[in-house]
């Protein structure tokens, strides 16, 4: 039986089918919908047609001006006086081509001749000296004659700079736009010119030179389009990448056009401070946003241009207003950069924007030679320099800003040695890779002055001469004068943007050459340091220093006869371990004793309190953005500049810094790091926290070869935090899976503190959690049947007495994870018989005792001895020439691996050098002496040689 109906109405009767409620409404609705959209349609057909016939009836009564144009100026050309000129002439003139041109965005032929015919006019009219045919007289003549004269004029500058937009260089095009666009400049330049107007005299020169200053301000504003205009001009003019070509050639028209139109767009500049009627002092840094807007942004504009005409663009009357507008309206002026048009641009302003070119242009024109960053003509006063230094800023950190809105990930792609500077393009964008890694590298090219050191160096002078005049006078706090000084803040925000600018647009080298500057200009980096000082330590610059001496020989008096019972049997069990990774380190056991000794630093927490910076215990969230941005820029420098720092210099010189100095370096870097992993920073300090974490590895690196700081230093960050052995393995283990499984970047937290800074923990700590790592694996592969039972999956060898190294590396190179499972070893004797004897782990102990001491013996070939006392091990040059000999030094490292899993002590040491390698460290130059004495020494003295020639 059919269900009951529900809801069901009928429309039509008994007879009709009958719908549900719900669908009726539906219907109702569907129907609504569909007269809605008709009666748009209906009224968006009715408003097209109505467009349409304006367009069409004013484009036919124009074509009806123009035939009567056309008839006047040929029957009364010889006779038109100024007053004709204006009504009968300009008037219809400029409806006709308006309606036919510039609607249309299109000169046509018969357009251009008669736009020629006007301007010829124009120009003849305003070089006559009879009043009655100057038009340039009812300019200054009545009221109404000056506001009808004044109208016309800048609808005579908006068709010029129309036209100068359409003006192609590039094109194969007809003589006669380039004869219109030269006359249209002309006759602009004439009209914005008070000394080319012949009717001027002592009783209007007043009037004219307002209706002049008039029309520079009206050409200076967004409503004249000249800069837009030009924009589009001079982007298509070619532009030359090779750097021996440094001039462009352009024909006499071509040159005629383009110093024309430079010259107005720089004579706006001229009245910055005029007052006339319709335009405010404020309006008039129109010109100085139109400028930046649309000039400065124009990519490779200096190697567009003609050289001759560069210094009228590097003028401090050009630059300044720029500079100071961007200052005055940063937020406004960079929304605008946002919203530039870039349809007509090529592929320049999808991979760079415009704040990029308007950022790299800036520098180009203010130094673009060290000629021009100190001629009397360049910003050479002070409050130039704070603009430029300024403005470079604003335009670097929003440039940064589109990067990191683009994808860019700072961490994975800033490297501050250079190898992987570059950020992952647009997908749009890298279907032509080779296009735009030129385009970025020419890019890069206009930033040369900022690696140069004479830049540094004129810019610190600047600052010393505002800290002289500061201490000379001192400024109220309203004045503004406080607020125009160059600061070494500022130079440090200038060239930290500069390094990640670098990182990410220079592919191949990164910020290679900022850091080479930077690092070898003399005191640049004493200065930094002498600020984060005073700013974290408050001018205690000597309390650290005093403590350490105070307080290492108490604490260890103390610790003799405390709690040392206890922890007796703990250090029984560890010390085993201890001596492991001391063998295999190259590390005596008094050495690690004097410097990772948890007995030696964990009672006194007096001497670890003096380590651990208070004003950095919360990381880099918990500091300034001004301390953020100095310690980024201390951190990247020095860690380059620790790259070539040998010995002599850092301990015995103790050049740049004292050791005292150093201590206080490395107790700030040992806090900042430990807090900003343990607060798990996101991306926002990356950049911070990758530079600081470099420059504390380097500095470890020195103090674990040749020790300047006390081991308290290392240990005091985490001497509260720090989580017990087996919550932190723990912890490391879950938050390693996560991170592979997610395939997620790996962003700084907690976990990050073993793998990143393990020194925080004491050395037997730091034993017992390779043990806990182990043991959590053995646990784990249990769980999954890998150790006992029906899955068992231990391996069985046999093993010759003579051939163990090529039987092991046959046996078990091929093993993979299952070398973590035992091990069932069967020996064959020289002889050949097989000996007796069931391995319970004493033969597989003596297997890989064995065949560690065959395969790293020298005789073997594989690792020879550094010619050092200490005899330690390295891998041998010519193992590649042995049979299968890369492959089985691999094998040896899994059979130190296995050694080390499975606690068995082999007696060798490598060499430091080696295990740097393995690990991916910087291995330091004057480490070179453990490998090849006699080339470290001739090296240091060539050094010395060139040191003392310079």
């Known amino acids: 039986m059919d269900e009951p109906r529900k809801h069901q109405v009928s429309l039509r009767g008994a007879s009709a089918k009958e719908i549900s409620r719900d669908a009726l409404l539906e219907k109702v609705s569907q129907e609504r919908e569909n007269r809605n959209y008709a009666r748009k349609a209906a009224y968006a057909a009715i408003f097209i047609q109505r467009v349409w016939r304006s367009y069409n009836v004013t484009r036919k009564v124009g074509m009806e001006f123009q035939e009567e144009w056309e008839i006047l100026v040929k029957n009364q050309a010889e006779f038109m006086t100024g007053e004709l000129i204006s009504k009968s ?77 359409e003006c192609d260089t590039s094109l194969a095009q007809s003589q006669d736009i380039f004869v219109l666009t030269s006359l249209a400049l002309r006759l602009v330049v004439v009209l914005t010119d008070l000394k080319s107007w012949k009717i001027v005299n002592d009783d209007n020169i007043g009037d004219a030179d307002a209706a002049v200053k008039n029309l520079v301000c009206f050409m200076g504003s967004c409503r004249s389009g000249l800069y837009v205009s030009l924009r589009r001009y001079i982007s298509k003019l070619d532009v030359c990448f090779s750097p021996k070509v440094k001039n462009i050639v352009q024909t006499d028209d071509e040159f005629l056009i383009t110093a024309s139109a430079i010259t107005l767009a720089i004579r706006p500049f001229n009245l910055r401070t005029f007052k006339v009627a319709g335009f405010s002092e404020f309006d008039l840094h129109s010109a100085a946003e139109q400028y930046s807007l649309h000039l400065l942004t124009i990519p490779w504009l200096t190697h567009r241009l003609p050289a001759v005409l560069l210094p009228a663009l590097k003028h401090k009357s050009t630059l300044s207003p720029c500079l100071q507008i961007l200052m005055i309206s940063r937020d406004i002026i960079i929304r605008k950069m946002s919203d530039i048009d870039q349809s007509s641009m090529d592929c320049s302003l999808k991979v760079i924007p415009p704040v990029g070119w308007a950022l790299a242009n800036i520098i180009d024109l203010t130094a673009g030679s060290e000629n021009d960053f100190l001629d009397s003509g360049a910003l050479n006063q002070g409050l130039e320099f704070v603009s430029y230094v300024h403005g470079v800023t604003i335009l670097a950190d929003n440039l940064l800003a589109w990067l990191h809105n683009a994808g860019w990930n700072e961490k994975g792609n800033q490297n501050l040695e250079g190898n992987d500077g570059a950020y992952e ?75 990640r600018i670098f990182a990410a647009f220079n592919p191949m080298i990164g910020p290679l050459p900022v850091l080479n500057m930077l690092s070898f200009t003399p005191g640049f980096l004493g200065n930094l340091w002498g600020v984060l000082e005073s700013s974290i330590f408050h001018g205690n610059s000597h309390t650290i220093g005093d403590a350490n001496h105070g307080t290492s020989k108490v604490s260890g008096r103390k610790k003799e006869g405390i709690d040392k019972k206890p922890k007796q049997a703990n250090k029984d069990g560890v010390n085993k371990w201890v001596n492991v990774l001391q063998k295999f380190t190259g590390k005596s056991q008094a050495e690690v004793d004097f410097s990772d000794s948890a007995d030696d630093h964990l009672v006194d927490g007096d001497s670890l309190d003096v380590w651990d910076i208070e004003p950095l215990r919360h990381g880099p969230q918990g500091i300034s953005k001004d301390m953020s941005c100095l310690l980024h820029l201390f951190c990247a420098t020095y860690s380059h500049l620790l790259l070539v720092l040998d010995d002599i210099e850092f301990y015995e010189k103790q050049v740049p810094f004292t050791l005292e100095q150093q201590r206080r370096i490395a107790s700030v870097l040992n806090t900042l790091v430990y807090n900003g992993l343990s607060f798990s920073l996101g991306q926002q300090n990356g950049s911070l926290l990758d530079s600081a974490i470099r420059c504390l590895h380097l500095m470890y690196e020195r103090d674990c070869r040749h020790q300047f700081c006390p081991p308290a230093l290392w240990l005091s960050p985490a001497r509260r935090s720090r989580p017990p052995i087996a919550v932190a393995a723990r912890t490391h283990e879950v938050l390693s899976a996560n991170i592979r499984s997610e395939d997620a970047m790996v962003v700084h937290n907690m976990g990050s503190v073993i793998t990143i800074m393990p020194h925080v923990f004491p050395f037997e700590e730091r034993v017992q959690m390779f043990r806990e790592f182990i043991n959590m694996d053995k646990v784990s592969r249990r769980m999954a049947g890998e150790v006992a039972g029906p899955g068992s999956r231990s391996a069985e060898i046999v093993i010759r007495r003579g051939h163990i190294v090529e ?26 018989l097989p000996e007796a004897g069931l391995d319970y782990g004493g033969l597989s102990k003596e297997f890989l005792t064995d065949i560690s001491k065959a395969a790293f013996a020298p005789e073997y070939g594989l690792f020879s001895q550094t010619s050092t006392a200490d005899r330690l091990l390295i891998p041998n040059a010519a193992a590649r020439y042995l049979l299968n000999g890369i492959q089985m030094i691999e094998f040896l490292g899994r059979v130190v691996g296995k050694a080390l899993y499975e606690g068995i002590l082999l007696d060798y040491a490598f060499s430091h050098v080696f295990v740097q390698k393995l690990l991916g460290q910087y291995s330091f130059l004057d480490e070179l002496s453990t490998l090849d004495p006699e080339l470290y020494r001739n090296l240091i003295t060539m050094m010395v040689i060139l040191r003392s020639s310079v």
Request: contains cysteine; charged residues 20%; hydrophobic residues 35%.
């Open 425 to 499: 393009l647009p997908v749009s964008v890298q279907e032509n890779e080779t296009t735009c890694g030129s385009l970025k590298t020419s890019f890069m090219d206009l930033f040369r002055p900022v690696c140069e050191q004479w830049h540094l160096k004129r810019l610190l002078e600047i600052s010393k001469r505002y800290a002289h005049m500061n201490e000379a006078k001192i400024l109220p706090a309203n004045n503004s004068e406080s607020l125009e000084n160059l600061e070494l803040l500022d130079i440090a925000y200038f060239y930290s943007y500069m390094l």
């Open 807 to 832: 039987d092991g590396f046959r046996q078990l190179n091929s093993l993979g994870s299952r070398l973590k499972s035992s091990i069932h070893v069967s020996f064959v004797s020289e002889c050949g």
């Open 89 to 165: 002439v300009l008037r219809p003139f400029i409806f006709f081509i308006t309606c036919l041109s510039i609607r249309r965005r299109k000169i046509l032929a018969r357009e251009l001749k008669c736009t020629q015919t006007c301007f010829k006019i124009l120009l003849e009219s305003i070089n006559s000296t009879d009043s009655r045919k100057n038009i340039c007289s009812l300019i200054v003549g009545t009221t109404e004659e000056r506001r009808t004269s004044t109208y016309q004029a800048q609808k005579l500058i908006s068709l010029c700079s129309f036209i100068l937009s």
